[in-house]
């Protein structure tokens, strides 16, 4: 099959993986959430050799994550896993998880398992890294994510940019305390969590 191709992707790895390299330096089992395309999973597990870097996302994607990988044929990159949030999750533990342009697109329920499922599957210190749009304070950081936001809710209404303040309140409720937030090119940003108990 052609292997599917997102511009996003390459124009963002490098600003990610700068976040990614001070936050899973010493990690060891990373769980990706929403791989998409899968170019991520293929660049950073070829920058970040110490990770086993588990790619994942609902069944339809799969086929185009197993093009990038075996195309890349890394040796840290095991077969993509089929992970719908509300409903089985791998086994874990991972030691850290990352996700890229998912929150804004999930449903707020679906957002709300997202985080309640992480502690079942992380260790006691995970650190979750996220990339994507974020308001604050219920406010736009930009007149773009303004209307990036609009085109979001015309294709369904379950959709758009989230509040980093609710978020970090999902966060806490599952035992992970913001570590740093990044400013990312084209108003996105790369929030950091660690987890401090539960």
Same mark, same amino acid.
């Given at each position: 099959?052609?292997?599917? !191709?997102?511009?996003?992707?390459?124009?963002?790895?490098?600003?990610?993986?700068?976040?990614?390299?001070? !936050?899973?330096?010493?990690r060891r089992r990373v769980l990706e959430i929403g791989s998409g395309s899968g170019q991520h999973a293929v660049h950073f597990a070829a920058a970040l050799p110490q990770l086993n870097w588990q790619s994942s996302d609902r069944a339809e994607y799969l086929p185009g994550i197993r093009a990038w990988l075996d195309e890349a044929a890394l040796p840290n990159t095991p077969a993509p896993l089929a992970l719908d949030v509300g409903g089985a999750w791998p086994s874990g533990p991972f030691d850290a998880v990352f996700s890229a342009n998912t929150l804004h697109i999930m449903a707020w329920p679906e957002l709300q398992q997202l985080f309640a499922r992480l502690p079942a599957v992380t260790t006691g210190d995970a650190v979750l890294v996220i990339y994507g749009p974020f308001n604050e304070h219920g406010r736009y950081s930009s007149d773009s994510n303004a209307a990036f936001d609009q085109s979001l809710k015309a294709r369904g209404a379950h959709m758009g940019i989230r509040d980093a303040e609710a978020v970090d309140a999902l966060a806490a409720a599952a035992g992970f305390a913001l570590v740093d937030d990044a400013a990312m090119p084209a108003n996105n940003r790369c929030r950091a969590w660690r987890r401090v108990h539960g």
């Open positions: 099959m052609e292997k599917p !191709h997102s511009p996003a992707c390459e124009r963002n790895r490098e600003p990610i993986l700068g976040v990614l390299r001070a !936050h899973f330096a010493d």
